[in-house]
T-cell receptor, first 114, second 117 residues
Framework: AQSVTQLDSQVPVFEEAPVELRCNYS??????LFWYVQYPNQGLQLLLK??????LVKGINGFEAEFNKSQTSFHLRKPSVHISDTAEYFC????????????FGAGTRLAVHP | GAVVSQHPSRVICKSGTSVKIECRSL??????MFWYRQFPKQSLMLMAT?????????EQGVEKDKFLINHASLTLSTLTVTSAHPEDSSFYIC?????????????FGPGTRLTVL
């Protein structure tokens, strides 16, 4: 069965420090990979996605992620975080074929401290 | 960019009543819409997938008679929570997927907070 694992439920970090949010998936078929951000009481905003091609993907707000097929990972990184990056981050996977149903990880709460 | 709206953003109702939530794609045609449920501090769980003009496909464990989904047009899907109970209180989020291409991104609505008293 396909699944998504976000290894850290919470990540505290100081402002201007680098951060990595980890995501691993399990699948026997090709995948599409996504990172979404959710601010309190709001819907989801797409940060970046990997569909094919270059394994290093750059997204909005200075975030990037690298698809590693051998390690089945898609970790999200930012070299220098801001207070405004405090939010919930979700990794999601869609499997090729079908109607592109998304399976979400449990989420990682990023808390940026001054 | 593609915009998806939800109405209402927040609703409080009494136990036993029914509540309808609308999801609209404002600037594109959505052949497929998805309904998710999110409990506090938890992830999104897919409830059902609706395709315009056909019956919704429900995920395992979701009661189709309790959560009625209608996708009557290419820009509107509705979720009706029938005979709501306090355990139905949750954050409901819809997403919409456009037409054409090998893959189409899902665009998410802002969510609807349902509180059942």
């Amino acid at each position: 069965a396909q699944s998504v694992t976000q290894l850290d439920s919470q990540v505290p970090v100081f402002e201007e420090a680098p951060v990595e949010l980890r995501c691993n998936y399990s699948s026997s078929v090709s995948v599409y990979l996504f990172w979404y951000v959710q601010y309190p009481n709001q819907g989801l905003q797409l940060l970046l996605k990997y569909l094919s091609g270059s394994t290093l993907v750059k997204g909005i707000n200075g975030f990037e992620a690298e698809f590693n097929k051998s390690q089945t990972s898609f970790h999200l990184r930012k070299p220098s975080v801001h207070i405004s990056d405090t939010a919930e981050y979700f990794c999601a996977v869609s499997f090729s074929g079908g109607y592109n149903k998304l399976i979400f990880g449990a989420g990682t709460r990023l808390a940026v401290h001054p | 960019g593609a915009v998806v709206s939800q109405h209402p953003s927040r609703v409080i109702c009494k136990s036993g009543t029914s509540v309808k939530i609308e999801c609209r794609s404002l600037d594109f045609q959505a052949t497929t819409m998805f309904w998710y449920r999110q409990f506090p501090k938890q992830s999104l769980m897919l409830m059902a997938t609706s395709n315009e003009g056909s019956k919704a496909t429900y995920e395992q464990g979701v009661e189709k008679d309790k959560f009625l989904i209608n996708h009557a047009s290419l820009t509107l899907s509705t979720l009706t929570v029938t005979s709501a109970h306090p355990e139905d209180s949750s954050f409901y989020i819809c997403s919409a997927k456009g037409t054409g291409g090998s893959y189409n991104e899902q665009f998410f609505g802002p969510g609807t907070r349902l509180t059942v008293l």
